[in-house]
């Protein structure tokens, strides 16, 4: 079964940095990409970032470029989001899942990502 948790959320200040983890058991990122979405107070869930091993690309939306960085530990099963210069409109609850197509993990959309974590709680405060 593919179980899929974040952790690493909290409250910062804006321009403050924080690491995102994402657990994931029973896969292989041979065969799985990881993304990272969030979903900002009412407003709809979208992707940020993603990584896919066995292609070798990361992959992140413009508006995080330069201050995002996406990794992977492959020996712990574990993919990073480290964030730094955080701006108050990085507040979401972030989310990682796990899609089956390893070729193009930025097509955030349609019915890739079928797996997902709980949720962690980032808020950039002014």
């Known amino acids: 079964e593919v179980q899929l948790v974040e952790s690493g959320g909290g409250l910062v200040q804006t321009g403050g940095s924080l690491r995102l983890s994402c657990a994931a058991s029973?896969?292989?990122?041979?065969?799985?990409?990881i993304g990272w979405f969030r979903q900002a107070p009412g407003k709809e869930r979208v992707g940020v970032s993603c990584i896919s091993s066995k292609v070798g690309s990361t992959y992140y939306v413009d508006s995080v470029k330069g201050r995002f960085t996406i990794s992977s530990d492959n020996a712990k099963n574990t993919v990073y989001l480290q964030m730094n210069t955080l701006k108050p409109e990085d507040t979401a609850v972030y989310y990682c899942?796990?899609?089956?197509?390893?070729?193009?993990?930025?097509?955030?959309?349609?019915?890739?990502?079928?797996?997902w974590g709980q949720g962690t709680h980032v808020t950039v405060s002014s």
């Open positions: 899942a796990a899609s089956r197509n390893t070729w193009y993990c930025e097509n955030f959309g349609g019915s890739n990502y079928k797996h």
């Open positions: 029973g896969l292989s990122f041979d065969d799985y990409a």
